[in-house]
Structures are given as structure tokens and as C-alpha cells.
């Protein structure tokens, strides 16, 4: 008898209470949010004025994300995107992680195909252990939750961007029918280029989904691989990287989002204006120099 084999990939999330909608992937989306609001309640309900331990790293994670937001779209800005950014950093984080804590993608239900029956226990060994349904799997390897999460950013982007710039400015950026009333021909141009815009915030769910999805699956499916080829010798080298890359794809999110957001709260007309003006400074400093 094999003390294991190689792992079934699957990419869609399996079912775990048959004849429901509760998947492996929601539980564990639940777990994270549970364990979410026990660290921010123990991390904030004391609040000293010197603070330590929990509540201590949990200021400083909150200081650094608001430093970030308001050192790329300043404070006024940074006040209304950091809610967004930091919710998104903190709760990917999260869902990341679980992928090295050790149960999740090990411990599930082991479907016998010979006998036809079915075994329920924590044991990933054996004949019949690559035909385990898991009961738990990082919530980021499902693309429902990733898309899930790319539709609120690009959406979010959207509503501040109506909010902060006024109706006009934002719809021109996307239907600009002004610039053919003012350019003629030319302002062909600049309408398709808003078409591009509307198919780049398409192209926006499909890159956000799929980035993050892609490679925390790719990262749950090399620890299965290298955990069959080289059994603990894989989780000493591979666990560390696993971590890297869950703090880097959930920066990497936030970032993206909160980047976004700034572009899409500066109006064209603004864009504009700016032209303009480096115009007539050159052509000044051109007059000045003859």
C-alpha cells in the first residue's frame, strides 16, 4: 500500500453538505472572516494610549495602510479609498495564508469508488487518499470570489468616480461626443478612445479575477505536488515562499485597486488643462529665449 498518492486538481470548489450551496471554499471564506473579528476585537478593545502586543501590530498594520493610501492620493482623497484598500489587503491576507495552516486541502471526506462508500476522518494516507474531497480550501482559489472582489473594485472606482467628478466628466470619459463638436474629425479619436476605456474596465475583472486566482491556486497545487514527490522536505522550502507570495498577491490587489481609484477620480478636463498650460509655458519661455 502507497502511504499516499498524488492529489486529484480540481478547479471548481467541491460541495461538502450534499445538497447544498456550502462549499469548501465559502467555509473557509467563513473561517477567515471569523478569525478576522476576533483579532480586530482583541486587537482594539483595550486601546492604551502605549499600546503592545495585538493591539500594538494591529495599529501598525492600520498606520502603514493609511500611509500608503494617502501617500499615493493624498489625505483628503486617502480618507474615502483607504476603507476599500485596506479591507481588500487585510481579508486577501487572510484568505491566503490559510493555505499553509495544516488541515486545509489535507482533511475532508474519502470517497471509495470500489467499495462504493463512503469514510469520514482527518486521514490523508493510504490507497484512497487522492480521492479526498477537502473540507477546507483557500477562499482565493475560487474564481467566483475573486471575480466577486474585481466587480466591487472596479464598481466601487466607478461610483467615486461619478461622486467626485460630477455626471459629465466621468460619462465623457468613456462617450466623449463633446470632442467631435470641438474637433471635428479628430474628435473621432478621442471617442474611441473612450470605447478603449470601456473595454479596458472589462479587461480590468478579467486581469484582477484571474491574477489572484491563478496564483494562489498554482501555489495550493505545488504544495499538494511537492508534499506527494518530497514529503516535509517540500513544506520546509516551499511554506516560506507560499507566505511571500500570499503578502504579495494581496498588495498587489489593494494596490492595483487603489491606483484605479485615483486615476479614476482625475477628470479629462483636468488632464487637459494641464496640457494647456505646459503649451503656453513652452511657447513663453520660447518668446523669451528669441
Not at 465559502?26 to 472572516?33: A, D, P, Q, R, V
Not at 470619459?173 to 463633446?178: A, I, P, Q, S, T
Amino acid at each position: 500500500m502507497n502511504l499516499w498518492r498524488l492529489p486529484n486538481i480540481t478547479i471548481a470548489p467541491e460541495v461538502i453538505i450534499p445538497g447544498t450551496w456550502i462549499t469548501n471554499t465559502l467555509l473557509c471564506t467563513w473561517i477567515s472572516i471569523i478569525c478576522l473579528l476576533v483579532v480586530l476585537y482583541f486587537g482594539t478593545r483595550r486601546q492604551d494610549l502605549i499600546p503592545s502586543g495585538l493591539q500594538n501590530a494591529v495599529e501598525w498594520l492600520v498606520e502603514f495602510l493609511q500611509n500608503l493610501v494617502e501617500g499615493v492620493a493624498g489625505k483628503e482623497r486617502g480618507k474615502r479609498f483607504f476603507p476599500l484598500v485596506s479591507t481588500f489587503f487585510i481579508f486577501i491576507l487572510v484568505c491566503n495564508v490559510l493555505d499553509v495552516i495544516p488541515g486545509v486541502d489535507t482533511i475532508g471526506t474519502i470517497h471509495l469508488e470500489k467499495a462504493g462508500t463512503i469514510i469520514h476522518g482527518p486521514f490523508l494516507f493510504g490507497d484512497a487518499s487522492n480521492q479526498i474531497t477537502p473540507w477546507l480550501r483557500p477562499p482565493t482559489t475560487d474564481l467566483n470570489l475573486t471575480l466577486a472582489m474585481a466587480l466591487v473594485s472596479v464598481v466601487v472606482t466607478q461610483i467615486l468616480g461619478f461622486s467626485m467628478l460630477g455626471f459629465k466628466d466621468q460619462i465623457s470619459k468613456y462617450l466623449n461626443f463633446k470632442a467631435i463638436k470641438e474637433k471635428g474629425g479628430m474628435g473621432i479619436v478621442d471617442l474611441l478612445v473612450g470605447l478603449l476605456e470601456i473595454i479596458s474596465e472589462l479587461g480590468r475583472l478579467i486581469s484582477f479575477s484571474f491574477r489572484l486566482f491563478g496564483n494562489i491556486f498554482a501555489g495550493s497545487v505545488l504544495l499538494s505536488v511537492f508534499a506527494y514527490l518530497l514529503p516535509v522536505v517540500a513544506d520546509i522550502i516551499f511554506i516560506p515562499f507560499e507566505l511571500f507570495v500570499a503578502v504579495i498577491q494581496a498588495f498587489v490587489f489593494a494596490f492595483l485597486t487603489l491606483l484605479f481609484m485615483q486615476i479614476g477620480t482625475i477628470s479629462h478636463s483636468h488632464h487637459d488643462e494641464g496640457e494647456h498650460e505646459v503649451h503656453h509655458e513652452y511657447e513663453g519661455s520660447a518668446v523669451t529665449t528669441h
